[in-house]
């Protein structure tokens, strides 16, 4: 018995090794890097002046990177919500699809994955310029006599998020929806439930876990996305990824980025114990 263990855990540890190797090396390697630049000063000419201190945090507790965070939980708050919005009827009409149908609006879902992400932005700056598509197609139905201010703001920005990230939550709620087994709701119509009702109180509360992790899958890449805030918002709102990239790339102020950037995956860390709380809270409510 005893070595029968000892070769479970060697085939475990060898299972696990090269994933594990694979996130040390790329992901807590760099992330400690830019943990231990963050407590240093930037240098004369850029660069790093290992002087210790927490100048960088008090810097980035500022009333004015504050005020960036916090329009960049707004937009991602709401890029987030209308995800929920948009995406929660498409993952309900792929789970109650037929399953042949299920695998052809499946791989439309994740069609846009299959095209790099600045090409999609482009698109969409040809979409929404002032002599753009859309403008021409509201001028030739006579809805408009002059173009509409469509790109270059928060909207522009909203919009491009939100095709983005839009497959990160319609993918977690197909998942959840279709786990749900469809005797819930034959029982709740059978004992006299109406169609709403059961839908609110059966489908609804069984789909949160995969709700609340479309939710964090929506939310942490559009805080900190800068692609899009410089495309499609021409770079008039300021977003936290757009803040951090400056500080690397144009301000060279890597110490005080690195602390900016600590900040916000401390937040994203945040998140994803919140979302596991609450997935776990939600599992064990519906088993009860």
Known sequence: MRYAGMSHIVRQTVLLAPGLSWLAVFLVV???????FSFFERGIYGGIEYVFGFDNYRRAVDPLYLGILLGSCRIAGIVTALALIVGYPAAYLIANAP???????????????????????????????????????????????????????????????????????????????ARMPRDLREASLDLGASSIGTFLRIVVPLSLPG????????????????????????????????????????????????????????????????????????RTVGHA
């Open 30 to 36: 760099p992330c400690a890097i830019v943990f231990g």
């Open 211 to 282: 709700a609340v992790v479309g939710a964090v899958f929506v939310f942490v890449p559009s805080i900190g996305n800068f692609i899009t805030p410089d495309l499609l918002g021409g770079g008039r709102t300021n977003m936290m990824g757009t803040l951090i990239y400056d500080q690397f790339l144009s301000a060279r102020d890597w110490p005080f980025g690195s602390a900016l950037a600590f900040l916000l995956i401390a937040l994203m860390a945040v998140l994803l114990m919140v979302q596991a709380w609450l997935v776990n809270r939600a």
């Open 99 to 177: 399953p042949r149908r299920q695998r052809l609006l499946l791989v439309l879902v994740i069609l846009p994955f299959w095209t790099n992400y600045l090409i999609r932005s482009y698109a969409w700056m040809v979409l929404l310029n002032s002599e753009g598509f859309i403008n021409r197609a509201l001028r030739a139905l006579g809805l408009t006599t002059e173009p509409l201010p469509l790109l270059y703001n928060e909207g522009a920005i909203v919009l491009g998020l939100l095709y983005a990230y839009l497959p990160l939550m319609i993918l977690p709620l197909y998942a959840a929806l």
